[in-house]
């Protein structure tokens, strides 16, 4: 499979066996699949998107959002357990207003679950890890 480096926006290739085995970044060795969500902004958010065969599961929060600050360590501990099976991602909606606007996000937190570039669900509110896990896999039998 094909994921995008979210620091150098390097393509690099990932057998799909050895996706959950930490891969690093041929080009500038970052973690590429770590389990820890990632940082996206306006300036690499459409190449990382765009550029991963994995499902993306993108959290859009704000520093003021009390809501965001309680999901916050739940949506990690759903990545922890997802890891290499999907893409956590965060985007601050203040810092990335474009990017609010293009995905029509009205209230924080909002997740959604892209793949092939395309949003495939969508749900707004904070929730626990096993609520964003469950959600997750009711999306997936779509």
Known sequence: MIITCPHCLTKNRVPAERAAQDPV???????????????????NFDA??????????????AAWCGPCRMMAPHFA???QQLKGQALFVKV??????R????????????????????EQGRI???MQAPQIL?????????
């Open 48 to 61: 990382v998107i765009a550029g991963s065969e994995l499902p993306v599961v993108v959290d859009f929060w």
């Open 124 to 126: 707004s509110g904070a």
């Open 25 to 43: 970044c041929g080009h500038c060795k970052a973690g590429l699949l770590t389990g820890d969500p990632v940082v996206l902004t306006e300036a």
């Open 134 to 142: 469950q959600w997750l896999m009711q999306q997936q039998r779509r």
């Open 92 to 97: 601050d909606s203040d810092a990335n207003p």
């Open 77 to 79: 501990q759903a990545a």
């Open 99 to 118: 990017l609010s606007q293009q995905w029509g996000i009205r209230s924080l937190p909002t997740l959604l679950l892209i793949r092939g570039g395309q």
